[in-house]
């Protein structure tokens, strides 16, 4: 395949929603509503919280929501979603890992690592990045790297621990669950794009 094919933009699953081709207005709406069902799933998927012995960080089902909404909506709708879910928490929604809320706790980094995160996986799937195995486990991965990019220095700062240390109790118990997470796009992005007929 060629450089020139690599970059051109594609569509992501959300566009084959009906209401691509009708009128503005109905657009919105669709988008709108998906922005909305983005960050909801991403509320729900949060609540799937699992303490990690030693670690303020449990582990969720939020980080791979966030990464589903990013290559399913696309990078603009993305960006959308995930903020729209970290100003309602921030706002007061409990709705953040194990029902938490407020901004500055010691796992808000992660929240605004999913913010960069979403839009760069939403971009590379505008670009095939959903399209096969190996590009997903590849978008996902970067994906994931964003999030700890943020995630791990920003709970170093607020818990006063090491980098090092930040690493230990943030990234390290996280990895084999990554692991199972990509391996799950994987399997569910390329697959959904056989039965919509659309690879390529």
Do not use: C, H, N
């Not at 966030?66 to 979603?81: I, K």
């Not at 700062?157 to 230990?168: C, D, P, R």
């Amino acid at each position: 395949m060629s450089t020139a094919a690599l970059s051109r933009p594609r569509a992501v699953l959300a566009d084959l929603l009906p209401a691509a081709t009708a009128s503005r207005a109905r657009v919105r709406v669709r988008d709108a509503t998906l922005v909305l069902g983005g960050a909801a799933l991403t509320g729900i998927a949060a609540q799937i919280a699992v303490p990690v012995p030693g670690s303020p960080v449990p582990v969720t089902g939020q980080t791979f929501a966030a990464l589903l909404v990013g290559a399913s909506l696309g990078a603009r709708r993305g960006l959308l979603s995930l903020a729209l879910y970290a100003l309602a928490g921030m706002a007061g929604m409990p709705w953040f890992a194990g029902g938490a809320s407020g901004a500055g706790g010691a796992t808000f980094g992660y929240v605004l690592g999913m913010l960069l995160a979403a839009t760069a996986v939403g971009a590379l799937a505008r670009r095939g990045g959903d399209r096969g195995v190996l590009r997903t486990a590849a978008t996902m991965a970067a994906g994931t790297a964003l999030i700890y990019a943020v995630g791990v220095p920003y709970l170093a700062l607020s818990t006063g621990m090491s980098f090092g240390e930040a690493v230990a109790a943030g990234l390290v118990p996280f990895l084999i669950g990554d692991a199972l997470k990509a391996a799950l796009a994987m399997g569910a992005l390329p697959t959904a794009w056989k039965l919509a007929g659309r690879r390529g």
